[in-house]
Protein backbone atom coordinates (compact mmCIF):
# COMPACT_ATOMS: atom_id res chain seq x y z
CA UNK A 1 0.00 0.00 0.00
CA UNK A 2 1.59 3.40 -0.91
CA UNK A 3 1.54 5.88 1.63
CA UNK A 4 2.80 9.43 1.38
CA UNK A 5 3.15 11.08 4.99
CA UNK A 6 4.00 14.67 5.34
CA UNK A 7 5.39 16.87 8.50
CA UNK A 8 6.85 19.38 9.39
CA UNK A 9 4.40 21.95 9.51
CA UNK A 10 3.10 24.49 12.36
CA UNK A 11 2.42 27.57 13.60
CA UNK A 12 4.94 30.11 12.65
CA UNK A 13 5.88 34.32 12.14
CA UNK A 14 5.77 36.27 9.32
CA UNK A 15 9.87 35.98 7.88
CA UNK A 16 10.42 32.39 9.17
CA UNK A 17 11.38 29.27 7.72
CA UNK A 18 9.79 25.60 7.99
CA UNK A 19 10.50 22.60 6.17
CA UNK A 20 8.16 20.02 5.06
CA UNK A 21 9.06 16.56 4.57
CA UNK A 22 7.26 13.72 2.43
CA UNK A 23 8.31 10.86 3.35
CA UNK A 24 6.89 7.69 0.86
CA UNK A 25 6.56 3.92 1.36
CA UNK A 26 4.83 1.05 -0.87
CA UNK A 27 6.59 1.98 -3.44
CA UNK A 28 9.95 3.51 -4.64
CA UNK A 29 9.28 6.78 -7.00
CA UNK A 30 12.69 7.40 -7.86
CA UNK A 31 11.02 7.67 -11.39
CA UNK A 32 8.13 9.58 -11.07
CA UNK A 33 7.74 13.15 -10.21
CA UNK A 34 6.34 14.60 -6.82
CA UNK A 35 4.67 17.80 -5.96
CA UNK A 36 3.42 19.91 -3.18
CA UNK A 37 0.09 21.65 -3.59
CA UNK A 38 -2.13 23.50 -0.51
CA UNK A 39 -5.31 24.42 0.23
CA UNK A 40 -6.66 27.12 2.74
CA UNK A 41 -10.23 27.41 4.12
CA UNK A 42 -12.90 28.16 1.38
CA UNK A 43 -10.15 27.62 -1.74
CA UNK A 44 -9.59 25.20 -4.15
CA UNK A 45 -5.93 23.12 -4.13
CA UNK A 46 -3.89 24.75 -5.60
CA UNK A 47 -0.31 24.39 -6.45
CA UNK A 48 2.87 25.23 -4.98
CA UNK A 49 6.08 23.26 -6.25
CA UNK A 50 6.69 20.02 -8.39
CA UNK A 51 10.40 18.32 -9.01
CA UNK A 52 11.60 16.02 -11.62
CA UNK A 53 12.49 12.22 -10.55
CA UNK A 54 16.67 13.40 -11.21
CA UNK A 55 15.54 16.52 -9.72
CA UNK A 56 17.15 18.32 -12.59
CA UNK A 57 13.46 19.88 -13.27
CA UNK A 58 11.97 22.22 -10.66
CA UNK A 59 8.64 24.27 -11.22
CA UNK A 60 7.32 26.96 -8.78
CA UNK A 61 3.81 28.86 -8.41
CA UNK A 62 4.47 32.92 -8.96
CA UNK A 63 3.61 33.28 -5.46
CA UNK A 64 6.60 31.22 -4.09
CA UNK A 65 9.10 31.81 -6.93
CA UNK A 66 12.30 32.62 -4.90
CA UNK A 67 10.92 31.90 -1.04
CA UNK A 68 10.62 28.04 -1.49
CA UNK A 69 12.88 25.38 -2.70
CA UNK A 70 11.58 21.82 -3.67
CA UNK A 71 14.10 19.04 -3.27
CA UNK A 72 14.21 15.31 -3.07
CA UNK A 73 16.43 12.54 -1.99
CA UNK A 74 15.53 9.00 -4.12
CA UNK A 75 17.86 7.01 -1.75
CA UNK A 76 15.28 8.14 0.83
CA UNK A 77 12.23 8.02 -0.96
CA UNK A 78 11.51 11.77 0.10
CA UNK A 79 10.74 15.15 -0.85
CA UNK A 80 10.88 18.46 0.82
CA UNK A 81 9.84 21.61 0.71
CA UNK A 82 12.21 24.22 2.25
CA UNK A 83 9.58 27.96 2.58
CA UNK A 84 11.26 30.77 3.71
CA UNK A 85 9.97 34.58 4.41
CA UNK A 86 7.06 32.99 5.21
CA UNK A 87 3.82 35.02 4.88
CA UNK A 88 0.20 35.08 6.35
CA UNK A 89 -1.32 34.32 2.97
CA UNK A 90 0.96 31.13 2.58
CA UNK A 91 -1.25 29.59 5.30
CA UNK A 92 -2.60 26.47 4.32
CA UNK A 93 -2.98 22.98 4.53
CA UNK A 94 0.20 21.47 2.57
CA UNK A 95 -0.28 18.06 0.71
CA UNK A 96 2.60 16.39 -0.97
CA UNK A 97 1.55 14.48 -3.77
CA UNK A 98 3.16 11.88 -6.67
CA UNK A 99 2.34 10.95 -10.41
CA UNK A 100 3.68 7.60 -12.04
CA UNK A 101 6.28 8.87 -14.85
CA UNK A 102 5.96 12.61 -16.19
CA UNK A 103 2.47 14.37 -15.62
CA UNK A 104 0.74 15.78 -18.56
CA UNK A 105 0.61 19.23 -16.13
CA UNK A 106 2.44 19.14 -13.26
CA UNK A 107 0.80 22.02 -11.96
CA UNK A 108 -2.40 20.42 -11.95
CA UNK A 109 -3.73 18.17 -9.05
CA UNK A 110 -4.25 15.19 -11.17
CA UNK A 111 -1.28 13.09 -9.50
CA UNK A 112 -1.70 9.48 -8.29
CA UNK A 113 -1.32 9.24 -4.72
CA UNK A 114 -1.55 12.24 -2.09
CA UNK A 115 -0.54 12.39 1.60
CA UNK A 116 -3.19 13.27 4.61
CA UNK A 117 -1.77 16.81 4.25
CA UNK A 118 0.20 19.20 7.01
CA UNK A 119 -1.05 22.68 8.12
CA UNK A 120 0.89 25.53 7.99
CA UNK A 121 -0.08 28.75 9.89
CA UNK A 122 1.76 32.05 9.66
CA UNK A 123 0.90 34.99 11.87
CA UNK A 124 1.55 38.52 11.19
Known amino acids: QVQLVESGGGLVQAGDSLRLSCAAS????????MGWFRQAPGKEREFVSA????????YYADSVKGRFTISRDNAKNTVYLQMNSLKPEDTAVYFC?????????????????WGQGTQVTVSS
Open 97 to 113: AAVIGTPTHYDRPEYTY
Open 51 to 58: ISWTGVSR
Open 26 to 33: GRTFNRDY
